[in-house]
């Protein structure tokens, strides 16, 4: 079972015997605890290999279930190929010149995770206020988490349906967060978690995902005449002929 009271996030896992772990419309089926009434988000395909039970920070439950023997239908042949220029600005332009919006859900609620960090500070530490001013934190940044992972969802979603070779940029997020400018910033895009879903439904929908050298000097090359402008390394240069 769970292991440590201090660590918030428990979880533990499960394997499938003989048919101990089911998913049924309203219920799970898990060993030692029988069936256990949950809301089912996605209906369970093919064998199911394990399941592993876990607790966030806020208190809720989860149950994620392994499985394997799953087919995933394709998406249909687009035959257009498509680059993406990750940024803060924007999150995503396309080559096409479609510009994907940063919401920045972190500074949206940035006063009210700083209130609620405040009162939390001013508790008594192993009282039952501060256990319950700790839950009221950790709602508000599991609804930071969530509105960013919806977000990414969605976009790489439709991208892949979309498009099929996609090409982005290799970044390498752990050198540029330690930039203390732009470190939240950088942190709260979520670069690396856009390219790591990319990276797996491209796999899985028969779509290609082309990581282009972080080397290359993609932004100073002129795109009509190919020429190289270096001055495009000052970030202020946002236009150029």
Request: proline fraction near 3%.
């Amino acid at each position: 079972m769970f292991h440590g009271k201090k660590n918030r996030h428990r979880s533990y896992r499960a394997k499938c015997t003989r048919g101990n772990i089911a998913v049924l419309d309203r219920h799970v089926k898990l060993p030692k605890l029988g069936h256990v009434r949950c809301a089912v988000s996605k209906q369970v395909r093919g064998r199911i290999l394990s399941a592993t039970v876990s607790q966030t920070p806020s208190g809720k439950y989860f149950v994620s279930v392994c499985c394997t023997d799953v087919d995933i239908m394709p998406f249909e042949r687009t035959e257009v190929p498509v680059g993406l220029d990750l940024g803060l600005k924007a999150l995503v332009v396309t080559s096409e010149g479609t510009s994907h919006p940063n919401h920045k859900y972190l500074p949206q609620s940035e006063k009210k995770l700083a209130r609620a960090q405040r009162r939390l500070s001013r508790k008594t530490i192993g009282s039952k206020n501060q256990e319950k001013a700790r839950i009221k934190v950790a709602r508000i940044q599991e609804r930071i988490a969530n509105q960013r992972s919806d977000t990414l969802h969605n976009l790489t979603t439709e991208l892949v349906q979309n498009y099929d070779v996609i090409c982005v940029e290799d970044l390498a997020v752990g050198n540029m967060v330690r930039n203390h400018r732009l470190a939240r910033a950088i942190s709260d895009a979520s670069w690396g978690e856009f390219v790591r879903q990319l990276g797996y439904k491209c796999a899985w929908y028969g779509k290609t995902l082309v990581r282009i050298d972080r080397f290359y000097p993609s932004s100073q090359i002129c795109s009509a005449c190919g020429f190289k402008n270096p001055a495009v390394k000052n970030l202020a240069v946002r236009e150029w002929q």
